[in-house]
């Protein structure tokens, strides 16, 4: 029997996935800031944010190594600092869950996590989402 096009559950390709990506392999996804895809360091954590969920990786919880995944329409950040060595203490936390991370930002590294910190506050819906202390 020939497959009949017009019938999605009879179409050779019914069910499959679409292809992932752009043609140049680039990740596609659907972000409220665009251009929003980034990665930074602060010292032994990496975040990253694709424009709805802002990762911090190299977190530890109980001596475990873990990942803490934050959505933007569950999150707070606030700016503590700078210390008199240029320190910052950036704290996310989840208000609905009580679940809240530090993460320490040195002098040298304010210049990348900065504007980072800028889009990820940017792509919040609250207009006090980013604090500063």
Known sequence: MVPDETDPARSPTYGT????????????YSSPVPGA???VRAGARLLA?????LEIFNFQVDGYPVAVRFHISNMSLKIVGPNRKGRRSLRVEAPNCSLQVWVTVQADE????????????????????????
């Open 17 to 28: 996935p679409p292809p992932y990506g752009t043609p140049d392999g680039a990740p596609t």
């Open 49 to 53: 944010f694709d424009g709805r969920v």
């Open 37 to 39: 895809w980034a990665e």
């Open 110 to 133: 304010w210049a990348t996590v900065g504007p980072f910190i800028s889009r990820v506050a940017a792509a919040l819906p609250l207009q006090d989402g980013l604090q500063t202390w």
